[in-house]
């Protein structure tokens, strides 16, 4: 693990995601001491309202007078808790529905995985908008129908993992000293499966941030006065072309944190698996 | 081939079955009432309840499932909540525009992906493969709601090149309504002013969605590629004498390519959901906007449908892909039959 | 087999060398290598993976990679240099038949079309010229019902089936020279010794130069007039086959013969490995390994001696006896 971690480092497009994603948590764990004004969360200031970028606030100010830069320090803490929980949500069904499924081939593995086709089968978007929709739309709801529409991602890896790893020697060696499925399973396993778990869990951290976004934009995700980035963008589409400002900073927030998961994402998937690696010579 | 054709159509069956299980599902198990959803937060008990008996709502729910499955399969959907319209006529017509749409998409990204995929591959570890993979890595890290906006606020409001939104302009009268596809309904009618106008109109909403296609298929060529180089054929033909740019255009293309056209069956998926962010950036009359709109107006018929209809596109999409993937591979087309 | 003195070479190896860079430092896979092809002879080279055997291929084919260059010396085909001037490139006139049939043909075309191609791009003719003339071929290398072989995709195939369309792809442009790199190993043993035959009967109606690149001394003994050894990246021994396996004088040869007189594999046994190609050893490159060196053989390279009967040695030391537990 170690190794792969020290390969990963020396490729610096990698480390390049690592650096922006280290950032990215910095930023959200000291948000309200970062930010130059940190009660814009929920304050308006009417009289300041749509100002330029300037040395006062360097991204300019939004339709009710809020300093963005300090919007878009507070709403990376948001992104950020959002594609974690649904991370961890997606995984906490997934990795079960993988292990199980791919341990033995009876019908229970195949009710699961073909359930799991059926999830990939439809867009996720559109998933999460129509479980959005027989819900109550708002962040938690949005947080829920992503999770639900991202486990069978990691259905998949711990099922290809697993079924992989179910023939191998050291396998039918614990079987044969009777060691109890879900011990091999949880034990054994699962450990070998993580790689490529981290992998996906990255790359879906990037796409569940994007994805949030949309929502956001789309007003089924975050309510006003969240700092939401999507949000942001959405209610500055009616002050254009005006307040140039006011959707291009939350945007770049947007692209440049997805930009380090993805390259991180890419990194430990080169780093987890060699033979994948580019070559450079 | 027709035999395979068939096979792949029949095993997508089982998959669209379980949509139409899983939307109806997901419409009575999910927590929450539909009817009071419907009735809205004023309602009373009495309205409420009035509107589950207009929907069915109060049968068993074995009963519910056999009606719901009856309607899908007969393509009655009902009428949109919002509208009072039939939904399957208000799909009807707004599924071309979305194909349309999706289509110039795919068909930028495809073009545009392969190329420089290939090129970047030809260039390995070059400033050309380096351009390529930053494009590649940035272009799906981009938010398409926001890139629409930026495009938008550059092209039309401050350069004043392309028009804002919609899919043709309207002071230039009715678009002649054929197959629905604009482009194509324009030149059949002969319009060469209307074509101009709807072209014009697809250029920013097509280059927007084609962005994360294009970044997906770039990658995918270039790997594919750079692999299908180390192959001994390829050596092999360089040692028989190959022209250089046949093997790379074509001889290791279409090794390449296979990996690729499994991406654009996957990608169908992601341009569907891009397509709702993008159309509703520039009110793009397609089923993305329908989507957004029957959320917002909780008309959950509609939204059951727009869901079925695209889970079809998206089979339809796969069994093209598998299709095409066993005219480029013949060993494809043994493998499953 | 042919004892008649040699004819002049129809492809001269004259002291070639091939360096490649790579992470580690500069590569030395070849040094000073020599080597002649006379007309209608069939010539062995022979050594461990990782001798060079197969870089010196692919230097005479012109498909050396990217990051490879030549310091010094020259290959001449015909007359012409054919490192030197890219236009005089000799393929079409330098047929290859390559080592794994399974991979060497492109899976989603037509094994014909492939064929073709070459034809299309180094053969005189119409394409329908080329169609007639390739089942021909097809029959010459004994492959069933050729004219459906035509339209037949590689997969459908079997690896003796293969290797022959291979061999028939070698012949499309008439060539003179035809270089194989190790042809039989990836096949069954009954369809090897098949195969060896075809080779050498079409050599012999068709006056053909082989090239032979092999580790296998029974195809060597079987099929070879004369044999080059390598030992990373040199030339350890050459000479008329029987001559060299009868009585091998370079120690690495005697060391190889005796430890597998089958197959040319690593010296079990014997204490070292064959040297990096980024970290030769400097003077005889056998040194650190020989059981005769002496202090003076890690000076400078030992040059290549002629011995009677065609024979050269790059050893200086080459009478000693061998110690007896080498050979043990």
């Known amino acids: 693990m170690s190794a792969a971690l020290a390969r990963l480092l020396r490729d610096p497009v990698s480390a390049l995601g690592l650096v922006i994603v280290l950032f990215a948590v910095v930023v959200a764990v000291f948000a309200p001491y970062l930010a130059p004004y940190p009660e814009d969360a929920y304050e308006s200031h009417l009289l300041q309202r749509l100002r330029p970028p300037s040395a006062e606030f360097p991204f300019g100010t939004d339709n009710l007078g809020r300093d963005i830069l300090s919007r878009v320090i507070l709403g990376t803490r948001n992104a950020l808790v959002v594609a974690v929980s649904v991370v961890v949500a997606a995984m906490a069904i997934g990795i079960p529905v993988g292990l199980v499924a791919g341990w033995r081939d009876n019908w229970v593995s195949d009710v699961l995985m073909r359930l799991t086709d059926v999830f990939l089968a439809v867009p996720q978007l559109i998933l999460a908008l129509a479980l959005g929709q027989l819900m109550r739309p708002g962040i938690e709801t949005a947080m829920v129908a992503l999770a639900l529409t991202y486990w069978p991602f990691f259905a998949r890896t711990v099922f290809a993992e697993t079924r992989r790893l179910r023939g191998a020697l050291f396998v039918d060696a614990l079987a044969g000293i009777g060691a109890r499925p879900t011990r091999i399973l949880l034990l054994h396993v699962l450990p070998n499966a993580l790689p490529a778990v981290l992998v996906r869990a990255t790359i879906g951290m990037g796409f569940t941030i994007l994805t949030a976004a949309i929502l956001g934009f789309l007003g089924v995700g975050a309510a006003p006065p969240s700092p939401d980035w999507g949000l942001a963008v959405a209610e500055a589409r009616q002050h254009l072309p005006e307040a140039w400002w006011f959707p291009t900073f939350p945007g770049l927030a947007i692209l440049l944190l997805v930009l380090g998961f993805n390259l991180l994402g890419d990194g430990l998937r080169d780093a987890a698996d060699p033979r994948l690696r580019r070559s450079r010579r | ?337 | 087999m042919n004892d008649s003195p040699m004819p002049s070479p129809l492809l001269a190896v004259e002291a070639l060398s091939v360096h490649l860079r790579t992470d580690a430092g500069l590569a030395r896979i070849l040094d000073d290598v020599s080597l002649t092809v006379p007309p209608g002879r069939t010539v062995g080279v022979v050594g461990e993976s990782g001798c060079g055997k197969t870089t010196l291929m692919r230097a005479i084919l012109g498909i050396l990679p990217r990051s490879a260059f030549v310091p010094r010396g020259a290959i001449r085909f015909e007359g012409r240099d054919i490192l030197a001037d890219r236009a005089a490139s000799a393929r079409g006139r330098i047929g290859f038949v390559p080592q794994d049939p399974y991979l060497s043909l492109n899976p989603v075309f037509r094994a014909g079309d492939q064929i073709l191609e070459i034809m299309r791009r180094h053969a005189p003719g119409t394409r329908r010229d080329h169609r007639a003339k390739l089942i021909e071929l097809f029959r010459a290398v004994q492959l069933p019902d050729p004219e459906a072989a035509l339209e037949k995709y590689p997969h459908q195939f079997s690896g003796g089936q293969r290797q022959r369309l291979l061999i028939a792809a070698a012949l499309s442009c008439d060539p003179a020279l035809v270089v194989a790199d190790e042809p039989t190993t990836a096949l069954d043993v009954t369809t090897q010794r098949e195969i060896l035959a075809l080779l050498r009967r079409l050599a012999a109606e068709r006056g053909l130069s082989l090239l032979f690149v092999t580790h296998d001394f029974g195809v060597l003994a079987a099929l070879c007039d004369s044999v080059t050894v390598l030992y990373a990246g040199r030339v350890a021994e050459s000479g008329p086959t029987r001559a060299v396996l009868d009585d091998p004088r370079h120690p690495y040869t005697r060391l190889l013969l005796a430890c597998h007189p089958d197959r040319a594999s690593d010296l079990t046994g014997i204490p070292g490995t064959v040297p990096a190609a980024t970290a030769q050893p400097a003077g005889c490159r056998f040194h650190p390994r020989c059981p005769i060196a002496r202090a003076d053989c890690a000076n400078a390279p030992p040059p290549l001696l002629s011995l009677p009967g065609g024979r050269s040695i790059a050893c200086p030391h080459h009478a000693d006896a061998l110690p007896e537990p080498a050979l043990a």
């Open chain 2, 1 to 337: 081939m027709a035999r395979f054709v068939l096979r792949r159509i029949l095993l997508a069956l089982p998959a669209l079955l379980g949509l139409v299980v899983l939307t109806f599902v997901l419409s009575r198990v999910i927590p929450g009432d539909p009817a009071a959803t419907l009735a809205g937060d004023a309602a009373t008990p009495a309205q409420i309840a009035e509107i589950r008996a207009q929907y069915g709502l109060d049968r068993p729910i074995w009963e519910q499932a056999i009606v719901h499955l009856r309607q899908v399969l007969t393509g009655d959907f009902g009428r949109s909540v919002f509208s009072g319209r039939p939904v399957v006529e208000e799909i009807a017509f707004r599924l071309p525009a979305t194909l349309e749409l999706t289509f110039a998409a795919l068909l930028i990204s495809t073009v545009l992906g392969v190329g420089l995929g290939l090129v970047a591959a030809l260039d390995h570890n070059g400033p050309v493969d380096h351009l390529v993979r930053l494009l590649s890595v940035g272009g799906l890290a981009i938010a398409s709601f926001w890139l629409a906006i930026m495009l938008q606020l550059v092209f039309s409001m401050e350069l004043d090149w392309l028009p804002l939104r919609g899919r043709i302009d309207p002071t230039l009268g009715a678009p002649p309504d054929i197959t629905g596809f604009l482009l194509l309904d324009t030149l059949l009618a002969g319009r060469l002013d209307l074509f101009w106008s709807a072209l014009r109109h697809l250029v920013m909403p097509a280059v927007t969605l084609a962005l994360p296609g294009l970044a997906t298929i770039a990658r995918f060529t270039r790997s594919g590629v750079l692999e299908a180089l180390q192959k001994d054929y390829v050596l092999y033909a360089r040692a028989a004498g190959y022209g250089r740019f046949r093997l790379a255009a074509i001889y290791v293309l279409r090794n390449a390519i296979t990996v690729t056209v499994t991406q654009i069956g996957l990608l169908f998926g992601a341009l569907i959901s891009g397509a709702v962010a993008v159309e509703a950036v520039f009110d793009w009359p397609g089923l993305g906007t329908y989507a957004v709109q029957a959320i917002l107006s909780s008309d959950y018929k509609a939204l059951l449908a727009v869901t079925l209809v695209v889970g079809v596109v998206y089979a339809v999409v796969n069994v093209m892909v598998d299709v095409a993937q066993a005219l480029i591979d013949p060993r494809v087309a043994e493998e499953m039959s």
